[in-house]
């Protein structure tokens, strides 16, 4: 840390008592900012970034001797943060984590490809992207044993963006998960099971989410800023001036955003204040460069620690308690079974095998672990009823029910035993191993 921005915290650590509009705040400073580039795989800052630390009226650098700095992370009592950095410019970027009040910096990763976008988690880890092959995958690690957990197993990229309260990490990826479309919002647990996307009114872009002080998510969309909130099952759209808001809103009250916004594609992004009663933007701070990702330097409540259920397998185990239950309003009795897909070196759907589906909509099916997989519905005569357009994954050693085929993640399941289970407690072994071959259905 600079001189100057050990100064800057010590001008106001006597002043602050937790409160985020009271707290200095950390920032990246960029002269271009690319905010979709992850999904490329693409870099983000092509012209290099800074972490700078502010309180009113001043500013100064985070960290001294690197080339370039971004993605600042506070921990969640407030004394240390994590950022993206590099020393040299053509080093790669790496994860490093430094006491607010001063000292060296400590590298955290030493990864061969970019990890870049960290985020704390509780239980002493943290999460962030690794750009492996030429696209960025979700990763976890220890901070001091170093172990790493690959989370991630679509294709495509994926970006973390936040941890919710409840634990899950909140990233985004493509939609459908493995295109190279519009970015969507998605959470897994901190083990990389029960991935899902937070809902499933899937609109035309939702990106750079955040938890705010009510629990809502806030993010951005194609044309302004939209909220989920618990007792929705759809998104709701938030009032803000026409422009560009980069996502990352930074919670100072419960109806109060601190957000980097601009009017237009050529202006730069500025911090502005952002109350959300009146739906104004009020200037805050502005520069020659582009200023995005505020954090508050404060303490704030620990997120649950989410202990992992994955049994020691090398596959998963899913239920489908009905097929029917979908907002892709299927027929009633018309699904025989279904296939499982995954996807070869190439990138081509690869068959795994078929099971049948119930007359009530339920199968148990055994699924390769920590692969991509695609699940497809057929009628009797081995058409296809509906066959999903992304691409999900399970973990190895995970049990998994789902209460239908996107059925979306706010739906509950019905009181009732699936016919499957009255059948047999086995799974179908659709891992690739056996081949599985099924006629008629019913």
Not at 38 to 60: D, K, N, Y
Not at 64 to 73: E, I
Not at 229 to 257: C, H, R, Y
């Amino acid at each position: 840390m600079t001189l100057a921005a050990a100064a800057v915290w010590r001008s106001v650590a006597a002043q602050t008592s937790g409160s985020a509009a009271a707290a200095p705040w950390v920032y990246t400073a960029a002269p271009q900012y690319d905010r979709d580039a992850w999904m490329r795989g693409g870099e983000r800052f092509p012209a290099g970034a800074q972490v700078l630390i502010a309180a009113t009226p001043s500013a100064s650098p985070l960290v001294s001797g690197f080339a370039a700095t971004a993605d600042p992370n506070v921990s969640f009592d407030g004394t240390k943060v994590l950022f993206a950095g590099k020393k040299g410019p053509k080093d790669a970027w790496q994860v490093w984590e430094i006491a607010v009040k001063g000292g060296e910096p400590r590298q955290i990763t030493k990864c061969s490809g970019d990890c870049v976008r960290p985020f704390y988690l509780p239980g002493g880890r943290l999460v962030y992207a690794q750009r492996i092959q030429g696209r960025f995958v979700l990763q976890s690690a220890e901070f001091e044993a170093g172990k790493t957990l690959q989370l991630s197993y679509a294709p495509g990229n994926a970006m973390p963006t936040d941890i919710l309260r409840d634990g899950r990490i909140l990233f985004e990826a493509s939609f459908p998960m493995g295109s190279a479309s519009a970015p969507e919002i998605y959470t897994v647990y901190s083990d990389g099971s029960g991935v899902e996307s937070y809902r499933c009114d899937h609109g035309p872009r939702r990106q750079a989410g955040k938890q705010g002080v009510s629990g809502d998510i806030v993010f951005a969309i194609d044309k302004g800023a939209a909220r989920f909130t618990s007792p929705l099952a759809k998104q709701v759209d938030m009032s803000l001036p026409a422009g560009e808001f980069a996502g990352d809103p930074m919670p100072i009250s419960p109806n109060s955003f601190l957000v980097a916004w601009r009017p237009d594609a050529r202006a730069r992004y500025s911090l502005r204040t952002w109350e959300l009663s009146r739906g104004t933007l009020s200037p805050f701070m502005a520069s020659e460069s582009n200023l995005v990702q505020p954090a508050a330097v404060t303490p704030r409540p620990l997120p649950n620690l989410h202990p992992s259920g994955l049994h020691d397998w090398n596959y998963a185990n899913l239920l489908c308690l009905n097929a029917y239950t979908s907002k892709q309003n299927v027929p009633a009795g018309s699904v025989a079974s279904a296939k499982l897909y995954t996807m070869d070196d190439k990138g081509k759907a690869k068959l795994l095998g078929m099971s049948p589906v119930e007359r009530d909509g339920s199968f148990y099916v055994q699924v390769p672990g920590d692969k991509p997989l695609q699940i497809e519905l057929l009628d009797a005569h081995g058409k296809t009823v509906v066959r999903e357009q992304g691409w999900w994954w399970a973990r190895s050693g995970e049990q998994r029910i789902c209460v239908g085929c996107h059925a979306g993640p706010e739906r509950a399941p019905e009181n009732a035993t699936p016919a499957v289970l009255v059948k047999s407690i086995k799974p179908m072994v659709l891992t690739g191993a056996t081949p599985v071959s099924v006629k008629g259905g019913k």
